[in-house]
């Protein structure tokens, strides 16, 4: 019913994506290959887009404010 819901500021949700990614995307040794591969399963070195749910049109740019010209 009622979540609390906590608003994440634009620096935390960019630490938690790169947190992810770096989790997800790291060398680990195969048995079955036997050499060391991405974690994604992928060999290395990565070349997998990483993609972040967010669309570059949202970022936060210093020059302007809720899309407005100063």
Avoid: K, Q
């Avoid at 995307?25 to 992928?42: F, T």
């Avoid at 060999?43 to 302007?64: A, K, T």
């Amino acid at each position: 019913m009622g979540r609390n819901r906590r608003r994440v500021s634009y620096g935390e949700y960019v630490a938690a994506v790169a947190l992810t990614l770096a989790y997800r995307h790291r060398p680990v040794w195969s048995w079955r290959r036997w050499r060391r591969v991405c974690r994604c399963g992928a060999d290395l070195p990565c070349r997998v887009r990483h993609r972040v749910p967010i669309n570059r049109g949202h970022w936060p740019v210093p020059d302007r404010r809720c899309g407005r010209e100063p």
